[in-house]
């Protein structure tokens, strides 16, 4: 049984969108991080579309018969970096965490991608960290391929 809906954000959903966001940290990070370093600039970002701003964004939530905000996508479109076909750019998902496993974060993805594909994107691109296996299990059983592997060296002294 489907006991939420989909629907577009707006910018009063502000608040309760934003405590979300620490959910971007939700798995075994690397040590060389902090929880912050993985959500502060998608807050950020998420923050600036909620003033009116970051235009070229679009954000969906999920929400609960009594319009508790279960989950979100926030989408940037931008060129493929590669092609530089039109695209877009999942830069966050998070279900809230009693809420993990219902579809939920399937249904925020469908969203984004019809959304992203009617506004002429041609692919989906996201990037997430190797140590976010249910993260990437959920990307992989959604239809999506590891294209690229970034590596970081610390340079000491
Ligand atoms: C990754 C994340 C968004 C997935 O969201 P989710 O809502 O749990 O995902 P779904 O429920 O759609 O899919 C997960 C599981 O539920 C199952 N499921 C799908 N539809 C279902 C339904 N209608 N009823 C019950 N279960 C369902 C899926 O098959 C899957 O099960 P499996 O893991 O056993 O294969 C969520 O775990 C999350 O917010 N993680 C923390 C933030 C994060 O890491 N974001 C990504 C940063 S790159």
Redesign the pocket.
């Known amino acids: 049984m489907?006991d939420y809906k989909i629907r577009a954000a707006t910018a009063t959903d502000g608040e309760a969108m934003l405590a979300?966001m620490p959910?971007?940290?939700?798995?075994e990070i690397p040590e060389s991080r902090t929880p912050e370093h993985?959500w502060l600039d998608d807050a950020k970002l998420l923050r600036e579309w909620i003033c009116g701003g970051a235009d070229d964004c679009f954000v969906h939530i999920?929400e609960d018969d009594v319009g508790a905000i279960l989950?979100l996508t926030l989408v940037r479109l931008r060129p493929e970096p590669l092609s530089h076909e039109p695209s877009a750019h999942?830069e966050?998902?998070?279900?809230?965490?009693g809420?993990?496993?219902?579809?939920?974060?399937?249904?925020?993805?469908g969203a984004a991608e019809e959304n992203a594909h009617k506004q002429g994107a041609q692919t989906m691109t996201?990037?997430?960290?190797s140590t976010?296996t249910?993260?990437r299990?959920?990307?992989e059983?959604s239809g999506y391929d590891g294209e690229v592997i970034r590596y970081i060296k610390p340079l000491a002294d």
């Open positions: 489907v979300l959910r971007l940290s939700a798995f993985l999920a989950g999942l966050a998902i998070a279900v809230a965490k809420a993990e496993g219902r579809g939920i974060g399937q249904a925020l993805l996201l990037h997430v960290f976010n249910r993260a299990q959920f990307y059983r």
